[in-house]
């Protein structure tokens, strides 16, 4: 089988809604209900498909017609330098063919073992600015305690909280008291065995960080994340400032435009926690990426807000990288993309195992999706 040729290609963009509007971060405006995911199917001379997230045109996708599978993904070392653009469909065809879910290739492929049934650590990543239109803290705090009270009835057990709206949307000091307030009403609403983050989007000082953290200080924040644009200096003081409050809040970076030099101050223990985009980053190239964190005892955590797909491939990761510490869980709802054997319990995705990624392809809407907004070829 892996020297099957690939005879098809199609590729189209699949529509969907998250179930509560998402509001501003410290940067952006509302980022709303509406979500999409590019999807590529792979189609194999024996008819076997693999599908998955994947940004690209007709000419980059015709070139994989006529390629054997052999050359395109090696077993021990997954997806070839070259063709990673097809990660997410490739990795989810290679599944296919084996009749095995990603999370067991990438163990093979890194000399881990997984037990049964596989799961992975998740955080709600759904609490943003959905407060900015009311004018009293304490409501504020009430309504996004609420959110986090809905998401804990649906599983979760860590919730990551959008900090930073005195960057742009408020007031500064008004903006930084709202911070303090929706923190601490979450943390009074989920109580003391939750996991809380907080992220910024560059939209703190190191000042502000400092006084946001000491004022939460005893909600017990498990990282920061993207407190200013990273800066060895400042994340040198911050973590200084920690360590000498005793407070074991990790720094968190990595998900955007980031630093060419942020692995080396993750290898020197400035930031403990990398969030590369699984999209842009991949998902071969975050397996040794994983494995090279977790030689340096540095945490991983792949971002991919507002991507779906990466809901469920990410914590396949879980099968290669012990430092997996969380997989970011933005809840939508995608006509055309069955994910129903995935369930959030207890804090855990729990993963299937189903071939490939284990997602379910409607082929009639996936069909309806290329004719209105992409392509398919054949050999």
């Known amino acids: 089988m892996e020297h099957a040729r690939i005879v098809a290609v199609a590729w189209g963009i699949l529509e969907g809604t998250r179930p509560r509007a998402a ?49 395109l993904f090696d077993p021990t070392r997954g997806v070839v330098s070259g ?172 998900e955007g435009q980031a630093d060419p030099r942020l692995l080396d101050w993750a290898r020197a223990g400035l930031v403990a926690v990398v969030q590369y985009d699984i999209f842009s980053h991949g998902f071969t190239n975050w397996l040794t990426l994983g494995r090279q964190l977790d030689g340096w005892n540095v945490r991983s955590a792949p971002h991919h807000y507002g991507g779906h797909y990466g809901n469920y491939a990410a914590g396949h990761l879980a099968g290669a990288i012990r430092g997996l510490s969380f997989v970011e869980w933005d809840d939508a709802s995608v006509p055309g993309l069955d994910t129903s054997r995935y369930q959030v319990v207890a804090g855990r995705v729990v993963i299937p195992e189903l071939p490939g990624f284990g997602i379910e392809l409607d082929t009639e809407l996936f069909q309806h999706a290329v004719a209105r907004t992409g392509f398919a070829r054949t050999l």
């Open 23 to 71: 509001g501003c971060n410290a940067r952006l405006g509302r980022h709303g209900t509406r979500i999409s995911v590019p999807i590529l199917q792979i189609v194999t001379e024996e008819g076997i498909a693999g599908f998955g997230w994947c940004r690209t045109t007709p000419e980059q996708a015709v070139s994989l017609l006529g390629m054997r599978f052999d050359a």
């Open 83 to 254: 063709w990673r653009a097809f990660d997410f469909p490739l990795w989810d065809l290679a599944g296919k063919q084996q009749g095995r879910p990603v999370y067991a290739l990438a163990a093979d492929m890194c000399g881990t073992t997984t037990t049964l049934p596989f799961s992975a650590p998740c955080y709600d990543t759904s609490l943003y600015f959905d407060d900015l239109h009311l004018a009293d803290d304490g409501a504020a705090g009430e309504l996004m305690a609420s959110e986090a009270r809905a998401g804990f009835a649906q599983g979760h057990r860590a919730f990551k909280l959008k900090v930073g709206r005195g960057a742009r949307h408020m007031p500064v000091e008004a903006g930084t008291r709202r911070d303090i307030a929706i923190v601490q009403a979450v943390r009074a609403a989920v109580g003391a065995d939750v996991q809380l983050m907080l992220d910024a989007n560059n939209g703190y000082t190191l000042n502000l960080a400092k006084h946001v953290l000491e004022a939460t200080a005893d909600c017990g924040i498990f990282w920061l994340e993207e407190a200013f644009h990273e800066d060895d200096e400042l994340y040198r003081d911050l973590r200084a400032w920690l360590t000498a409050r005793e407070l074991p809040i990790l720094i968190a970076d990595g």
